[in-house]
Each structure stands twice: as C-alpha cells, then as structure tokens.
C-alpha cells in the first residue's frame, strides 16, 4: 500500500546524506512531525507518512509486518531508501519491525518512547470502542466536537488529537480508518513473535520519557536483544508525548543523532540463526 507523505527537503542536492523518516504513533499522523520536518529540512531530506488507516493514506487490515511493508513499499516508490527511521508509539513499533525484517533499508533507528514487546497503547482500545458506538451527529463544529467525544475521551490532549481526525461541518465523518483501528488493537498493543536469533545491527537509539512507563528495565534484555548496539536516552519530565511536550529536546538529540549516522552507507544487516 503507497501512503501519504509530506516530504520536506534543502534546495539542491543533499547527495550523501541518508533521507529522515518520522513515523507517527496511534490516532496521529505525519504532520504531527512538522516542527522537526522543518528543522531537519534545510539539511536534510525529509519524509513523514501517515500510515495506513491515519491521516489522508488509504484504509485496511493492519498489523506490524504490514505496516511496515507499507512503509517500505512508500520509501521505495519515493526512492528514498535506505533511510534513516525516526518513530513515536505505535510507529516506533512499525520502525523497528522495518529494521528487523529489511535492514538493508535502515542506516539507522530511533525510538521514540516504546519497546518492541507487549504493552503501551492498551488505554486506547477502549478509547477507540467507545468512538466506534458514539453516534455521529448531522453536524459538527470544533466545540461541538470536542463535547460530544467528552464522554469517551476525558484526556484533553488525547480529544484535541482525535479531533484531528474529523472531517467537520455538515454530515462530518472519521477521516481515519477508526472500525479498521479498532479492529487491530489487540494486535498493536501486542508485538509479534519473530525467528530466534532476529536482530538489527546498525545504530538504534531509544528515547524515553522520564515521567512515562512505557519502557521499563524489564524491556531492557529484549531491547539488547533484538537490537544489540541500542542506545537510551530519557528526557526528564516528559511523557508518552514527548515530542510535543519537549520539542527542543526532542529536537536536540534527534539532530545529533542523525548528524552522527549521516555518513553511513553501509547498513547493517538482520542475522537469524536456528
């Protein structure tokens, strides 16, 4: 599946350097990236996709295999592979299964507040549930919409996100695939079970936030594991969000990360041993 991109880049000739991939977590979308886009891009070439289900990308089943296929089968249409791989949540879940099942396409991996394993994302299964029986009434403005999902969706920032989501007005309607959502949870929240010995060799760096759980020391031997040269980083006071609620710091150790891989070009290579 082709998915929607934003792509941001210097004028000119960024010959050398690797594209920047951002991959966005669950109910979001690409432009939730623009900040860092803009950064990044009088340097770099830059990409953020919605994947499948979110944002203007088509709609259908999906699991991590899949939605990594989709990313893969997107860079290659833009002939921007390899590239380096930047995911938040749900997408840093997709970046890594990219890195494990086409590392040839990955010179390097960042992981924004997630650990390739079971957990995170669970409290949006009933988020998503709630939505899908939630009648949808003949006419929507952003008030309005922000009342009607009150009783689903009670985090002011998790609402504010999902009215992104609406096509407002007369006869507004879920841009997402919100039924195609739901139906995956279970999935999303899971990780899947990969060949013994499975690994990704080039630079992954995870980035977690100081006030989140989603990565815990029990995550650790799976992250050594699975990625044996990993990195991590925690920018106190954050979030599950920390993008958005540390973007200069997000910013900051996503820029020297990306300057220190920016000349890489052999990418490392996924071993699997019986």
Do not use: C
Not at 11 to 36: C, I
Not at 56 to 75: C, F, I, K, N
Not at 95 to 109: H, I, Q
Not at 185 to 214: C, K, M, N
């Amino acid at each position: 599946m082709l998915l929607n991109v934003i792509e941001r880049g210097p004028e000119g000739s960024a010959s050398g350097r690797p594209p920047v991939v951002f991959l966005h977590g669950l109910f979001g979308r690409g432009r939730n990236f623009g900040f860092f886009q803009r950064s990044l891009s009088a340097t770099y070439r830059t990409l953020a996709l919605d994947l499948r289900n979110h944002g203007d990308s088509p709609h259908g089943p999906m699991d991590y295999p899949t939605l990594a296929a989709d990313v893969r089968e997107t860079l290659a249409a833009h002939n921007a592979l390899p590239a380096i791989v930047i995911g938040h949540s749900m997408g840093g879940k997709t970046a890594m299964m990219l890195a494990l099942t086409a590392p040839a396409d990955v010179v390097a991996l960042m992981v924004a507040d997630i650990a390739p394993g079971e957990g995170g994302l669970a409290h949006t299964q009933d988020i998503a549930q709630g939505l899908v029986a939630l009648p949808m009434p003949a006419s929507l403005d952003l008030s309005g919409a922000a009342a009607w999902m009150a009783p689903v969706v009670r985090d002011k920032a998790v609402r504010d996100l999902m009215i992104q989501n609406l096509q407002l007005g007369e006869h507004p309607r879920w841009r997402i695939g919100l039924r195609e959502i739901r139906d995956a949870l279970d999935t999303i929240v899971g990780w899947p079970a990969l060949p013994q010995g499975t690994h990704y060799d080039g630079p992954t760096l995870f980035v977690a936030g100081g006030e989140s759980r989603y990565i815990q020391p029990e995550n650790y031997p799976e992250m050594r594991r699975l990625f044996p040269h990993y990195r991590l980083e925690v920018i106190p006071g954050a979030g599950h969000w920390l993008h958005a609620q540390k973007p200069k710091e997000f910013l900051a150790i996503t820029e020297q990360f990306v300057s220190s891989v920016q000349d890489r070009t052999s990418p490392s290579q996924v071993q699997t041993q019986d």
